[in-house]
Nanobody
Framework: QVQLVESGGGLVQSGGSLRLSCAAS??????????MSWYRQAPGKERELVAA????????NYADSVKGRFTISRDNAKNTVYLQMNSLKPEDTAVYYC?????????WGQGTQVTVSS
């Protein structure tokens, strides 16, 4: 059974930092073969891509709104992907979801709440 378990969310003041983790298990193929991403969804808004990382070449992609503030990374030995979030803003408040994608496979975590107070 595939599981993606996010952790590390919480309440932080504007300008603060948080580090999200997503632990993966039960994948039918090796964790390293999956593209891993973080998405977020704020109340009343659509889910949006925040950051993505591909294992093969280590390439990353970020939403313009988080470039220079967020960093995605992965540890294939631990089957874990991280999102380091610095200089947080109130508009970063959302539920953050971990996603794993491989051709014909797409998995989601249950989400972790991030709240940034002004």
């Amino acid at each position: 059974q595939v599981q993606l378990v996010e952790s590390g969310g919480g309440l932080v003041q504007s300008g603060g930092s948080l580090r999200l983790s997503c632990a993966a298990s039960g994948f039918p193929f090796s964790f390293s073969s999956y593209a891993m991403s973080w998405y977020r969804q704020a109340p009343g808004k659509e889910r949006e891509l925040v950051a993505a990382i591909i294992s093969a070449d280590g390439s990353t992609n970020y939403a313009d709104s988080v470039k220079g503030r967020f960093t995605i990374s992965r540890d294939n030995a631990k089957n874990t992907v991280y999102l380091q979030m610095n200089s947080l803003k109130p508009e970063d408040t959302a539920v953050y979801y971990c996603n794993a994608w491989r051709r014909q496979q797409n998995y989601w975590g249950q989400g972790t709440q991030v709240t940034v107070s002004s």
